[in-house]
């Protein structure tokens, strides 16, 4: 295929993305405002769940117009050649191809993130602070988007400037050393991520004695499940939405809660939200999904590398000359439908792995409360209690809060 193919190729791949995202979202919007199942009755009262319509809409005509955009920039930029005008111009600029590629990933970081801030500052200060749950501040953004920007420069060079490093010495045979080097970073910052990253933008503060750790704790001797890291995290900081996660591996696990959590739930609420953390642990949920993150990085850098050092790929993106950065941008664009296909099937396993952590907490704590807990959590977070089946096949990480009531319901049934 020759250059000008490859370039409506890659037109058509973004068109179809689009259109696809626009009509299941379409979908969703509509199967908003049906009736709230039987199992459901009682989540909102009528206020509240005229407030999630509202807040729905909301959104959803947010990310209409976002998409749009995004959508008519990105085709305009390549049907006229301007990723590689970009290439042309930072080469006056780069001493080397090495610097050139980080000149123009960063620059093209910049430039979409400097863009795209009136939108993030209209989703904050608009639309999650007219529905309650903005509690940032204009200062705490900018913070954030300062550290942000270093968290990139730092790990996203160095993990740049190793891969164009090994495509340079090695040429085709990168992928395999680079995947190697993924392998290793992913399994880093999965037992590190908390320690290192988290203290960055909120105060971690281990859980104080008293009623609620000897709750957890109690249950954690139940189970066997050796637990002694357990934090509260600021998340009011920002929002008013509550979460809970599991990191880590051996002993460098934690649990952490947000104290937005903390606030809004019982005791036996937080300790079924840990249970099925912990069920998480015991069925190696973690350990898996890094093993099939792993694998799909490999399967990805191996079909990288039998592109990257195309000169058609190049032409196609408008540049002159062969650049790799060019070859990588124009591969993630390629790779999407692929990428799409992996990520469909990873979230059909992170919903079975959601199931039989729902399980787990169950049949070692007891269903009602972890139902009590989901459901508060989908009023707090005003969500969507009917979304659409497809949107739910194509995007969704974790089953409907219908789908998992409904499972645990059963097998509270079964075990009698």
């Not at 909102?44 to 909301?58: C, D, G, I």
């Not at 709750?215 to 998340?235: C, H, Q």
């Not at 799909?296 to 032409?315: A, C, D, N, P, R």
Request: glycine share 8%; charged share 15%.
């Amino acid at each position: 295929m020759d250059e000008r193919g490859l370039l409506f190729l890659l037109i058509g791949i973004i068109a179809v993305e689009f259109i696809v995202d626009f009509m299941v979202g379409f979908l969703n919007h509509r199967s908003a405002n049906q009736n709230i199942p039987d199992e459901l009755a009682g989540i909102y009262n009528e206020a509240q769940y005229e407030k999630s319509q509202r807040y729905e809409v909301a959104n959803y005509r947010f990310g209409v117009i976002t998409g749009t955009i995004s959508f008519v920039v990105t085709i305009a930029v390549l049907y006229f050649g301007w990723f590689g005008d970009l290439d042309l111009w930072l080469r006056g600029y780069a001493p080397n191809e090495l610097v050139l590629s980080l000149y123009f990933f960063a620059a093209l970081y910049f430039i979409s993130d400097i863009l795209t801030i009136p939108f993030q500052l209209y989703g904050t200060f608009i639309i999650e602070e007219k529905f309650g749950f903005n509690k940032s501040s204009m200062k705490t953004f900018i913070l954030d988007k300062v550290k942000g920007y270093f968290l990139s420069i730092l790990i996203g060079g160095v993990m740049l400037t190793a891969l164009i490093l090994l495509i340079f010495s090695l040429g085709k045979d990168f992928w395999l050393w680079f995947w190697l080097v993924i392998g290793v970073f992913m399994v880093f910052m999965n037992m590190f991520y908390t320690s290192l990253i988290v203290p960055l933008f909120n105060k971690l503060t281990p859980l104080e004695s008293g009623e609620l750790r000897d709750k957890i704790e109690a249950y954690a001797r139940k189970v066997s499940f050796p637990l002694t890291n357990i934090f509260v995290v600021d998340g009011s900081k920002r929002s008013s939405k509550a979460n809970a996660y599991f990191s880590g591996l051996g002993n460098r696990k934690k649990i952490v809660l947000y104290d937005t959590l903390i606030e809004n739930h019982t005791h036996d609420e937080l300790v079924a939200v840990l249970a099925h953390e912990v069920g998480h642990y015991k069925k190696k949920h973690i350990i898996g999904g890094m093993v099939l993150g792993v694998v799909q990085t490999g399967i990805m850098l191996y079909l990288l590398s039998l592109m990257i050092f195309s000169s058609e790929v190049t032409w196609a993106m408008g540049g002159d000359t062969t650049a790799i950065h060019l070859n990588i941008l124009a591969f993630g664009i390629l790779f999407s439908p692929l990428s799409k296909v992996l990520g469909i099937l990873m979230s059909i396993v992170s919903r079975k792995n959601e199931y039989e952590a729902d399980a787990y907490a169950t049949e070692t704590f007891g269903a009602d409360p972890l139902k009590s807990a989901l459901k508060k959590l989908s009023t707090d977070h005003l969500s969507n209690l009917t979304p659409h089946p497809w949107h739910v096949f194509l995007n969704y990480s974790h089953p409907t809060l219908l789908q998992r009531i409904r499972a645990m319901n059963k097998l509270s049934s079964s075990s009698y």
